[in-house]
């Protein structure tokens, strides 16, 4: 299911945030209004909406949530600034939330093993100096590579590398004629 306006917002909102229009703080506030249902874009993955919702929201939140500091205010700018290939991610994000492509890639749990422990998880990791989360932590990267294996990874979230050069003509900021 492709959600057009929740994605556009999304959009604008990642648009504004990585060039520093908006700090992070600003931008979690948005997020929560426009497009989480209420949730920060670190724990939206818990919520019920998560589940039904258009597939390419969660894991474009979960790329957000990457790009700054969390424990402070601030904006990307200057020591704050996205790197060159964090801004490549964002553009093609920016550009596959203004395409009504689906989202096909698998779900991925990026999120570190320790998160998902038990209390005896906890346990046999100490028991263990660790041995139980290394050995979570490799199988986790091992699925990562084959997650990457998947298509075109180096295109994501587009799935085919067709389907971003084809979009890259009809880019919706800089042509005379702009997309719906």
């Known amino acids: 299911m492709v959600d057009k306006e929740r994605r556009k917002r ?3 909102h990642m648009r504004q945030l990585s060039v520093g229009t908006i ?8 997020i929560l209004d426009d497009i ?5 874009p670190e724990q939206y993955y818990r919520s019920n909406y998560a589940k039904t919702d ?3 929201i969660l894991p474009i939140l979960e790329v957000c949530w990457g790009l700054y500091d969390d ?9 704050d600034q996205l790197s060159a290939e964090s801004l490549k991610v964002i553009a093609r994000c920016i550009l596959f939330l203004h395409t009504e492509l689906e989202y096909e890639w698998p779900a991925f749990d990026t999120k570190s093993p320790i998160f998902s422990f038990s209390l005896v998880d906890f ?4 028991l263990t100096l660790g041995q139980n989360f290394r050995k979570r932590r ?8 084959a997650f990457k294996k998947t298509s075109d990874f180096d295109y994501w979230p587009f799935f085919r590398k067709s389907e971003y050069d084809n979009h890259l003509t009809r880019q ?3 042509s005379k004629h702009p997309t719906d």
Request: proline letters at 7%; aromatic letters at 12%; a positive charge.
């Open 123 to 126: 346990l046999v990791c100490l």
């Open 10 to 12: 999304l959009a604008y």
């Open 54 to 56: 258009d597939p390419v």
């Open 23 to 30: 700090s992070n703080d600003g931008f979690e506030s948005d």
């Open 172 to 174: 919706p900021f800089l």
């Open 138 to 145: 490799k199988a986790q990267l091992i699925a990562y590579k």
């Open 36 to 40: 989480s249902h209420g949730w920060l």
């Open 71 to 79: 424990t402070r205010n601030h904006k990307l700018k200057g020591p």
